[in-house]
């Protein structure tokens, strides 16, 4: 039985770890509210991508730090990652097979998916929302998915992530 080494497991770090810092990077009020799911939009290609590498727990862990360094709820974040990856690793023979379009598509209906899991345990909180905002970094994140998909494929094939 011929077991094939993965290696790569440094790019994928990285590109949390970009993902993260983008999350977190100061902008002005008015951009921010329109700023992608940066981690949401690396899972989603790491489990489409690598789906026996990046899974579940991966982005429970993922989740946890991005909760962190939000300073909110702890698991909220991590709940709604893990969500996220399920579906995306269920579907993902699926998902590489569309035109990036149609991805975009699919990454919006799962961002919204998070973001509708954030919006209940706000509610559950008794944390107020901007409904009228609240929705806009799905859209983000939709017209955001061709740039992450191109640059993670990139990377992916230039270090020969497997």
Not at 81 to 107: D, G
Request: proline content about 4%; charged content about 10%.
């Amino acid at each position: 039985m011929i077991h094939k080494k993965a290696h790569g497991i440094e790019v994928i770090i990285f590109s949390f770890i970009v993902a993260l810092a983008l999350t977190v990077f100061p902008l002005p009020d008015w951009l921010a509210v329109v700023r992608p799911e940066w981690v949401t939009l690396v899972l989603i290609y790491w489990c489409m991508a690598l789906p026996n590498r990046v899974g579940v727990i991966s982005a429970w862990i993922i989740g946890l730090m991005l909760d962190v360094l939000r300073v909110g709820l702890l698991g909220q974040n991590a709940l709604a990652l893990c969500i996220i990856a399920y579906i995306t690793l269920k579907l993902y023979q699926r998902l590489r097979v569309f035109p990036l379009w149609q991805q975009a598509l699919s990454v919006f209906v799962l961002v919204a998916l998070s973001q509708m899991l954030h919006l209940w345990v706000k509610g559950i909180t008794g944390q107020s929302i901007d409904l009228m905002t609240y929705w806009l970094p799905s859209l983000s994140s939709m017209v955001a998915w061709p740039l992450v998909f191109i640059t993670l494929r990139a990377l992916r094939r230039k270090f020969k992530v497997s």
